[in-house]
């Protein structure tokens, strides 16, 4: 009775639904792979988050991996090139658009650093950046990567609005070398510049695409089930 089940057409749907349930078991592993992951980083961010603050030049030493020590807090001691202003458009802040002042910090060895200074509403102007000796606190930051189907900065020309802090682009502007990181300021003002938001640490959707593809996968054999089901009861009744 089970022979037809041998049959070319039949095999031809066993394979399709053992792929469909491989190829969508692996997609629920790989969510979870993703979830662990991001909630390593999100771990690497807290404890980042909370260090001491450290001097600039303790932290980005020549030999430091950018991954580990982003997020770590630092100060940095030194003067704003006034010619030297970037925004960072397209930003979104508590529902409020606006845009990001990005200056370059000059310190006193000479290393000149990206601070982003925070963020104005659109509905203000962009203050310039403050003159003489500045003492700037913030988080160590990575050179922002450009991500597949995103909109990038012009790659030729000189820039004053940016869509991501893309070190290497904008040094190519830049009289002398830009430090590989940048300093997202954590100064607290009454008025803008003011201090762009923390990163939001969940653990995102993976858990529930990792869940839906297993769904899919589980429905998949049911749906196999039925079928062979149904074509053993008409092969009774005929």
């Given at each position: 009775?089970?022979?037809?089940?041998?049959?070319?057409?039949?095999?031809?749907?066993?394979?399709?639904?053992?792929?469909?349930?491989?190829?969508?078991?692996?997609?629920?592993?790989?969510?979870?792979?993703?979830l662990s992951q991001r909630n390593d980083f999100n771990d690497q961010?807290?404890?980042?988050?909370?260090?001491?603050?450290?001097?600039?030049?303790?932290?980005?030493?020549?030999?430091?991996?950018?991954?580990?020590?982003?997020?770590?807090?630092?100060?940095?001691?030194?003067?704003?090139?006034?010619?030297?202003?970037?925004?960072?458009?397209?930003?979104?802040?508590?529902?409020?658009?606006?845009?990001?002042?990005?200056?370059?910090?000059?310190?006193?060895?000479?290393?000149?650093?990206?601070?982003?200074?925070?963020?104005?509403?659109?509905?203000?102007?962009?203050?310039?950046?403050?003159?003489?000796?500045?003492?700037?606190?913030?988080?160590?930051?990575?050179?922002?990567?450009?991500?597949?189907?995103?909109?990038?900065?012009?790659?030729?020309?000189?820039?004053?609005?940016?869509?991501?802090?893309?070190?290497?682009?904008?040094?190519?502007?830049?009289?002398?070398?830009?430090?590989?990181?940048?300093?997202?300021?954590?100064?607290?003002?009454?008025?803008?510049?003011?201090?762009?938001?923390?990163?939001?640490?969940?653990?995102?959707?993976?858990?529930?695409?990792?869940?839906?593809?297993?769904?899919?996968?589980?429905?998949?054999?049911?749906?196999?089930?039925?079928?062979?089901?149904?074509?053993?009861?008409?092969?009774?009744?005929?």
């Open positions: 009775m089970y022979k037809f089940l041998l049959r070319p057409k039949w095999m031809a749907f066993h394979l399709i639904i053992i792929a469909m349930v491989v190829v969508m078991i692996n997609l629920a592993l790989w969510q979870v792979n993703r961010v807290r404890t980042n988050q909370r260090a001491d603050i450290r001097p600039l030049g303790d932290v980005l030493t020549t030999d430091a991996d950018p991954k580990t020590i982003e997020w770590l807090p630092v100060s940095a001691k030194g003067t704003y090139l006034a010619d030297e202003e970037l925004t960072l458009v397209n930003i979104s802040q508590f529902g409020t658009a606006g845009v990001d002042a990005i200056s370059v910090l000059v310190l006193d060895d000479g290393t000149q650093i990206l601070v982003n200074r925070g963020f104005i509403p659109l509905a203000e102007e962009v203050p310039a950046p403050p003159t003489g000796e500045q003492t700037v606190v913030g988080y160590l930051r990575q050179s922002a990567k450009h991500r597949s189907g995103s909109i990038d900065n012009n790659a030729e020309g000189e820039l004053t609005e940016i869509i991501r802090i893309d070190i290497p682009r904008i040094d190519a502007q830049v009289e002398g070398d830009l430090a590989p990181m940048y300093i997202q300021s954590l100064t607290e003002t009454n008025a803008a510049p003011y201090p762009v938001a923390a990163p939001t640490l969940t653990g995102g959707s993976h858990l529930s695409y990792a869940i839906q593809w297993s769904i899919f996968s589980i429905c998949a054999i049911i749906g196999w089930v039925l079928v062979v089901r149904k074509a053993l009861a008409k092969k009774r009744t005929a």
